[in-house]
């Protein structure tokens, strides 16, 4: 997501200086070429239980992080940003973090969207468009629907943590940190 951000700035710092060399020989800048296009809107999927249980077959090989929130609770807003400063910490790395918001999935468009632009989340979400009992009954765990909710899944997919309250960017690495592969000594 870095080289589109720093592409667009300098595109629109090409365009504002290319607007600017008419203007000091006497020409005039065409009035669209300064102009920045907006940041593309977020796309918020749709995802039922049985997806989730696809996309931790998928991700085996990586530590899983899976989130369950909702726009509407105060400890999920306040634990973004430590899932925003823990994703990037982690880029690159063999963690996948599944962030399923549960607000009303006639929301993922307009609510959950807005939500993610102010608060500048800059990892994929999705909305779960079902019920805690299915995504109990398909990844195998108890979730009552209590928020927040994250679970911690090993490189061969076994639950290995969950937590059923608001959490840490600290505290999701000690417990991701030691199911990362050992990297060896090079020799």
Known sequence: MVIPAILSLSIALLGVAASAAPAESGQKPAA???????????VVTLVKANQLKEALTKAKGKVVVLNFWGT???????E????????????????????????DPADANTTVKE???SKKIPFPVSTLDGFPDEVSKFLGTVWDGRLPATY??????????TIEDETTAKELSALVDPLLPKKSPAK
């Open 32 to 42: 669209s070429a300064t102009a920045p296009k907006p940041a593309p809107a977020p």
């Open 72 to 78: 509407y609770c105060p400890p999920c807003v306040a």
């Open 115 to 117: 939500f993610i632009v």
């Open 152 to 161: 911690i899944y090993d490189s061969t997919g076994k639950l290995v943590k």
């Open 80 to 103: 973004m940003p430590e899932f925003t400063a823990f994703y990037k910490s982690y880029q690159g790395k063999d963690v996948e973090l599944l962030s399923i918001n549960c607000d």
